[in-house]
């Protein structure tokens, strides 16, 4: 049998539907039960993505934030969630380190971090 999430959708309801296949009847009901709960919980994944999907669109923030290479919608949306609105608001307004909230600005060689040019840039966006 392949594997992957695909092949799981694909294979094992027909392997739980073949009583020839020498599977005990409690090891069937076990898995049977697991692959049910399964498709819940990618049920709840889709509800998720949908929602983070419709805020992401009508945040503007987290969308310019999501401009930069290598941050995506998740991240974007959790540095806003997680510093706050107000905060990453004054850090385009003036560009501040987002480093300074914990405490350092530059590396140990006294070179910027990174992320403070990238919230720099993120100014100009």
Same mark, same amino acid.
């Given at each position: 049998?392949?594997?992957?999430?695909?092949?799981?959708?694909?294979?094992?309801?027909?392997?739980?539907?073949?009583?020839?296949?020498?599977?005990?009847?409690?090891?069937?009901?076990?898995?049977?039960? $697991?692959?049910?709960?399964?498709?819940?919980?990618?049920?709840?994944?889709?509800?998720?993505?949908?929602? $983070?999907?419709?805020?992401?669109?009508?945040?503007?923030? *987290?969308?310019?934030?999501? *401009?930069?290479?290598?941050?995506?919608?998740?991240?974007?949306?959790?540095?806003?969630?997680?510093?706050?609105?107000?905060?990453?608001?004054?850090?385009?307004?003036?560009? *501040?380190?987002?480093?300074?909230?914990?405490?350092?600005?530059?590396?140990?060689?006294?070179?910027?971090?990174?992320?403070?040019?990238?919230?720099?840039?993120?100014?100009?966006?």
């Amino acid at each position: 049998m392949p594997i992957g999430k695909a092949a799981i959708k694909r294979y094992l309801p027909l392997i739980l539907e073949d009583a020839d296949n020498g599977l005990p009847d409690t090891f069937r009901q076990v898995i049977s039960r $697991l692959y049910e709960h399964l498709k819940e919980l990618g049920e709840h994944i889709e509800q998720y993505d949908h929602l $983070l999907n419709e805020h992401f669109k009508h945040c503007e923030l *987290s969308q310019r934030i999501a *401009s930069l290479p290598g941050i995506g919608l998740i991240s974007a949306t959790a540095i806003v969630g997680t510093i706050g609105d107000a905060y990453l608001r004054t850090l385009l307004i003036h560009g *501040s380190g987002l480093c300074s909230h914990e405490g350092k600005t530059t590396t140990p060689n006294n070179t910027p971090m990174p992320l403070r040019v990238n919230l720099a840039q993120m100014a100009c966006i």
